[in-house]
């Protein structure tokens, strides 16, 4: 079984930053891509940044030059530092990583999610 632990979310007012993490636990073997999503009230879930297993990183255009996504192997863990925070960043934050749990397929999972709420 697999585990992924979102922390770091709240409220915070424009301009000011915040930094989320997500611990991946359980059984794992290897984790390939780990990312952040977001999903705003009434709108499909996007895709904010994405870190591959070799460090190649990749950002949504609303947040490139504020965010900055990064990984712990050894902690199994991704961080997602979000400065310059605007009205429009509020969101539900996802955590998602690909993985494999032994010699079998890749597979996509998912945190349960973390309230940030950036006030103007």
Known sequence: QVQLVESGGGL???GGSLR????VSGSIFKIYTMGWYRQAP???RELVAAITSGGITNYADSVKG?????RDNAKNTVYLQMNSLKPEDTA???CNVALTTGWGPKYDYWGQGTQVTVSS
């Open 20 to 23: 989320l993490s997500c611990v």
């Open 66 to 70: 504020r965010f900055a996504i990064s």
């Open 12 to 14: 915070v007012q424009a």
């Open 92 to 94: 539900v934050y996802y």
């Open 42 to 44: 009434g709108k499909q």
